[in-house]
């Protein structure tokens, strides 16, 4: 766990403040407000475009803020507003405040030219500065994790989509993230490879602490994981209720709708 300074202490990993994202005149987020605690597991549903991909996105800072504010450990993530104005924090500020943050995507984004372990110890040697026997100790260690470690020289090519997500979890975890943004992880995968991918994300909730922010379809695998879940419509948040009563008993119309429809 990287060290975190008294005053970020009690802040919440991510903090989201009136968050707006538009793409030309098109807002997929409208003043956006909710945070993410130390050890919470949150998950984000909602139908096809309401946004949720984008949230994720935009902690990573793979997309731009069109205004307010994302918070990481009580941290402005891109920039902040001194003395009424809008300030840009420095682009190597920024990058090294996204190494804080893993990130498994759809389509896993494995480097091809590389072996499973080489995938897993580049950004620590080369970011984070460890040592090769450092990052190749815990690369190893994760790949046991993740029941993988039969496939550290493989190249990516060599396996199935399944086991490639799972290289591409311990990649990310490879980083000791202070949170883990899981967008649609299954999504991509044949059916009968979906399993063993959220088998991977079930342990890691059972036997960590890892703050997780994650998109998924799954919704027994949310109701089984999350500690809250947050219904998204239309670029806003509807309804933010633990998973039994998200899915027992979902308050609004437009929950009922969706859920009827997904489960
Ligand atoms: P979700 O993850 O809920 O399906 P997304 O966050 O992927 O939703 O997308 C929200 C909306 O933003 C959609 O209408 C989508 O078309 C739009 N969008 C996402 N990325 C871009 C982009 N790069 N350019 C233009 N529109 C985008």
Redesign the pocket.
């Known amino acids: 766990m990287p060290a975190t300074d008294p005053a970020s202490a009690n802040s919440p990993v991510l903090q989201f403040e009136d968050v707006v994202k538009k ?2 005149d ?1 807002t ?1 987020l409208e003043g956006l407000n909710f945070s993410v605690e130390r050890g919470e597991r949150v998950t984000l549903i ?10 994720l996105r935009l902690v990573m800072t793979l997309e731009h803020l069109t205004g307010g504010f994302i918070y990481l450990d009580g941290q402005p993530l891109t920039h902040e507003m001194r003395g009424g104005k809008r300030v840009e924090r420095k682009k190597r500020d920024v990058a090294k405040m996204t190494t804080r943050i893993g990130m498994v995507f759809q389509q896993f984004n494995l480097f091809p030219n590389m072996t499973v372990l080489e995938n897993l110890t580049e950004a620590p040697i080369h970011v984070l500065g460890r040592s090769k026997a450092e990052a190749k100790h815990r690369a190893l260690e994760l790949l046991d994790q993740v029941g993988l470690s039969d496939k550290a020289d493989a190249h990516p090519s060599r396996l199935s989509g399944g086991q490639q997500q799972r290289v591409a979890i311990a990649r990310a975890l490879a980083m000791d993230p202070e949170v883990l943004l899981l967008d649609e992880v299954t999504s991509a995968l044949d059916p009968e490879l979906v399993g063993e991918v959220l088998g991977v994300l079930r342990d890691l909730a059972e036997n960590t602490d890892i703050t997780m922010l994650l ?1 998924t379809h799954e919704m027994q695998f949310a109701a089984e994981v999350s500690h809250r879940v947050l219904m ?1 419509d239309q670029g806003r948040i509807i309804e933010d209720k633990p998973p039994a009563q998200m899915f027992s008993e979902p308050e609004l119309e437009r929950t009922q709708e969706f859920l009827k429809a997904v489960l």
């Open positions: 793409f030309g098109h997929v909602g139908p096809s475009g309401s946004g949720k991909t984008t949230i998109v998204f």
